[in-house]
C-alpha cells in the first residue's frame, strides 16, 4: 500500500501554504499554464482535464496530510490519503453534479435538490454489499473549476479540501450515516479551523464571500461544536506508523 509520505511527491520544496498547488500546477502547464477564469477553464476539452483534477485533488490531500499545522488537519488529510488508496473514497470529475448523481443511484429528484450547483466539490456516501456486510463508499465528484480556484488562491483550494477531508474522516470512523446531521457542521468547523491559520500566517490573503461565510459562522473553529459532535480520532502519527497501513 502507498506510504502517505510518498504523497510529498506531489508537493513542492516550499512549505508555504501558498505554494501547494505549484507542482501539480507545473506538471500541467501546457494545459493550464494561461488558466485564470472559470471561462478558461471551460474553455479546454472537457476530457483533458481529468489527470490536471485528480492531481490538485492528490496535492490538497498531500499538504494536509504531510504538512498540515496541527494534529488534527495531519489526522483529516492522513485518514483521507488512506480513504482513497483503500478505494473507501472514488473520485470522479464532473461538470453536471446532478446527472452524475443518478449515475451512482441517486433517484432523479433527489439528485436535482441536493446537487443544484455545479461548480463546488460534491460528496456522495452509498452502501455498497460486501459479503454479508455493507460497505460505505464516498464518491467525491470534482468540477474542473476546482483547478481554478486552487491555482489562483491555493488557500481557498486547501480549505476546500480540508472541507472534503472531515467527510472522508467521518466515513473512515463509521460516521457517515449513524452521524449524517453533524457531518457538514464538523466539515464547516474544520474548514474554519484551517482558515484561521491560514489568515494568522498570511493576514493579507483575500477570501472569496462563502469562505468569509465559514469563518462567521465558526469564528472559533472546532470549538464552536458541542462537545458531542468532536471526537478523537486516529492522529496522523499512529495512522502512518500503525500495522498493516
Known amino acids: 500500500m502507498t506510504p502517505v509520505e510518498s504523497a510529498n511527491e506531489f508537493l513542492p520544496s516550499q512549505q508555504s501554504m501558498l505554494n501547494a498547488f505549484d507542482v501539480v500546477a507545473l506538471k500541467h502547464a501546457s494545459l493550464i499554464g494561461d488558466v485564470k477564469t472559470v471561462e478558461d477553464i471551460k474553455s479546454i476539452p472537457f476530457g483533458l482535464l481529468t489527470e490536471t483534477v485528480g492531481d490538485f485533488f492528490t496535492a490538497g490531500v498531500a499538504y494536509l ?15 483521507a490519503w488512506w480513504a482513497v488508496y483503500q478505494s473507501r473514497v ?4 464532473t461538470d453536471n453534479m446532478a446527472r452524475a448523481a443518478v449515475l451512482l443511484g441517486v433517484p432523479p429528484d433527489l439528485a436535482v435538490r441536493r446537487f443544484p450547483k455545479n461548480d463546488e466539490p ?5 452502501g455498497r454489499q460486501k459479503g454479508k456486510k455493507i460497505v460505505e463508499v464516498a ?4 468540477p474542473p473549476e476546482f483547478i481554478v ?12 479540501m480540508a472541507f472534503l477531508c472531515s467527510q472522508f474522516r467521518d466515513l473512515m470512523n463509521g460516521r457517515s450515516f449513524i452521524d449524517q446531521d ?28 462563502v469562505f468569509h461565510d465559514v469563518l462567521e459562522r465558526y469564528p472559533n473553529g472546532l470549538a464552536d461544536l458541542p462537545s458531542g459532535v468532536r471526537y478523537r480520532g486516529i492522529s496522523g502519527t499512529e495512522f502512518m506508523s500503525a500495522r498493516n497501513n
Not at 122 to 126: A, F, H, K, R
Not at 149 to 160: M, Q, S, V
Open 149 to 160: 480556484r486552487a491555482k489562483n488562491n491555493a488557500i481557498e483550494g486547501l480549505a476546500t
Open 65 to 79: 496530510a504531510n504538512r498540515g499545522h496541527d494534529d488534527y488537519i495531519q489526522e483529516v488529510g492522513t485518514v
Open 182 to 209: 453533524n457531518m457538514n457542521p464538523r466539515s464547516w468547523a474544520t474548514e474554519s479551523h484551517f482558515l484561521q491559520e491560514a489568515l494568522r500566517q498570511h493576514p493579507d490573503i483575500e477570501l472569496g464571500e
Open 90 to 93: 472514488v473520485t470522479a470529475m
Open 122 to 126: 460534491q460528496l456522495i456516501v452509498l
Open 139 to 142: 464518491f467525491v465528484l470534482m
